[in-house]
């Protein structure tokens, strides 16, 4: 693909009768993730072949390609065995042993070599010594890849470094997938959003006005009402139009922590049965695919889908809760969800999540974010102000810190905090392995207890009381509303004409 990509650039410049040896000034090629890494090895070859000498070829192609980082999970970053590439690259194998070299000879820091001492080959070393820009895509996140992550590289290029947060098109997450918002918007601030995002911000001279928020309202029952009637006919599920909708959709890993939603409704449901009851029904929907060889994932899915059966076929319980695991999750849910959620669940170890952009999409919706200071849900605490967004958690410095230190042990929470206790147990109790499988759920068990990878533990508390009052906030209902009006009207920054328009100014500098 890669070289394919080169060859359509190469027509090109030959149509314009450019000489290569000025590539950089007429392309840019901005390496998205790791995954197309092998266009830089792919361009050297393709210019020696245009008759440019090894070097000079290089100087060109580390003036022509920028690289964008997406995650610090180092296990996401790619490495590949040197073996595997001389079976699929054969030709490219002398270039990135020639780069490997030039590399080593100025910075002989293993930490920074692209060919290890196993020999494998590691993708995002290449991409940061050849590229003249590298960037991170929420402002945490930069700073995290500058300051631990990739510090050794930062010391030797500061000035590659930059950040560019992560936009979402309100093309498809505003117009398309709430044409109802979309109407109202228009009526009350012109259409000029729709071309401009920033305009949105009109919207935040109306956040006492509460004809407007109760329009907001109704918009809101709109959407639910759509959803819970694809829910009914897709799912089987019946969800109560005057329950709090409180969403987590995304990819299922465990950092991004979905099993702690899962201990908190398991705490909800323990005190039902005990006698302690939400003011209003609240449903628990939740979406996303594992990779399938991720078995704790699996795990974690399966958890859900026994709370599922287990609450929503309680009559003494589903009167309060319900939950729903939404089948396929995919852009097509999504776009029917995000516009029906008062909550959007953003509940990832501070430090873990690069960006998200699922945080923008419900914010544009007007859902209140319950989140930790992790990827752009600092920016979204920066942009609507404390009282419209629920933080909770430890923060990534101290997260960082505890990984260092090796110093965080899951089992001291479990055993020193009966609250904790209680719920972690009952994923193994008669009820649930009744519904599910014995072994999963003990393999659960055991991860939650032995390791933990993720901290769960370290933020359950102070997550079940945050969201204890959200929950409690959200009767208050034109206080609510008014929150729900600011995240909507500071929004703007998050559209991808934002995010295009700086890669534009800083990086590719396209004169339009
Ligand atoms: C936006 C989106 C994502 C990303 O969600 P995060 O919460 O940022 O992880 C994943 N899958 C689909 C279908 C999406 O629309």
């Known amino acids: 693909m890669v070289s394919n990509a080169v060859s359509l650039i190469f027509s090109e410049m030959e149509a314009n009768n450019y000489s290569f040896n000025n590539l950089h000034k007429h392309v840019v090629i901005q390496i998205n993730d790791t995954h197309p890494t092998l266009v830089i090895p792919e361009l050297i070859s393709r210019l020696l072949l245009k008759g440019l000498t090894i070097d000079k070829a290089i100087d060109i192609v580390s003036q022509t390609v920028a690289y964008t980082n997406h995650t610090i999970l180092a296990e996401a970053l790619e490495k590949w065995p ?101 109407r109202y918007l228009e009526g009350l601030i012109s259409s000029k959003f729709k071309k401009d995002a920033l305009a949105l911000k009109q919207l935040a001279n109306y956040s006492n006005d509460t004809r407007v928020l109760n329009a907001l309202e109704n918009i809101k029952q709109t959407k639910k009402q759509q959803f819970i009637d694809y829910a009914r006919t897709h799912y089987n599920v019946e969800l109560p139009l005057n329950s709090i909708f409180d969403v987590q959709i995304k990819r299922i890993h465990e950092y991004k922590r979905q099993q702690m939603n899962a201990l908190y409704i398991i705490h909800k449901y323990l005190e039902i049965k005990s006698g302690i009851y939400p003011d209003r029904p609240i449903s628990f929907i939740f979406g996303g695919k594992a990779a399938p060889a991720y078995k704790i994932a699996k795990h974690i899915i399966h958890l859900i889908l026994c709370l599922q059966q287990l609450i929503n076929n309680d009559k003494d319980v589903n009167k309060y809760i319900k939950i729903l695991f939404v089948e396929n999750y995919n852009v097509t849910v999504a776009e029917k969800l995000i516009p029906a959620a008062d909550i959007s669940e953003q509940i990832s170890l501070a430090s873990k999540e690069a960006s998200g952009t699922g945080n923008m999409k419900f914010m544009l919706n007007g859902a209140i974010t319950l989140g930790t200071m992790d990827g ?137």
């Open 82 to 182: 040197l073996k595997y590439l001389e079976k699929v690259v054969p030709s490219l194998i002398d270039i990135i042993k020639y780069l490997d070299a030039k590399a080593k000879k100025v910075y002989p820091n293993p930490d920074l070599a692209i060919i290890d001492m196993d020999n494998i080959i590691h993708m995002a070393h290449l991409d940061i010594h050849y590229s003249f820009s590298v960037n991170g895509v929420a402002a945490l996140h930069t700073e995290i890849l500058k300051n631990s992550e990739l510090h050794n590289f930062n010391k030797i290029y500061p000035t590659k470094f930059n950040n560019k947060t992560n936009g979402i098109t309100f093309r498809r997450w505003l117009l398309h997938s709430n044409p109802e918002l979309t």
């Open 376 to 512: 752009a849900n600092v920016e979204i605490a920066e942009l609507v102000g404390p009282k419209n967004i629920y933080i909770f958690g430890k923060d990534s410095n101290t997260i960082i810190e505890l990984y260092q230190t090796n110093s965080y042990k899951s089992a001291d929470y479990y055993n020193n905090d009966p609250v904790i206790k209680q719920t972690v147990d009952f994923i193994i109790s008669r009820q649930i392995i009744a519904l599910g499988n014995q072994q999963k759920l003990t393999e659960l068990f055991n991860e939650l207890v032995g390791k933990d990878l993720f901290m769960t533990l370290i933020d359950l508390n102070h997550y079940i009381k945050v969201k204890d009052q959200a929950f409690k906030d959200y009767e208050n209902r034109l206080t609510w509303l008014n929150k729900s009006l600011v995240n909507i009207a500071n929004a703007g920054y998050f559209s991808s004409d934002r995010t295009i328009a700086q890669y534009n100014k800083d990086i590719w500098k396209i004169n339009l």
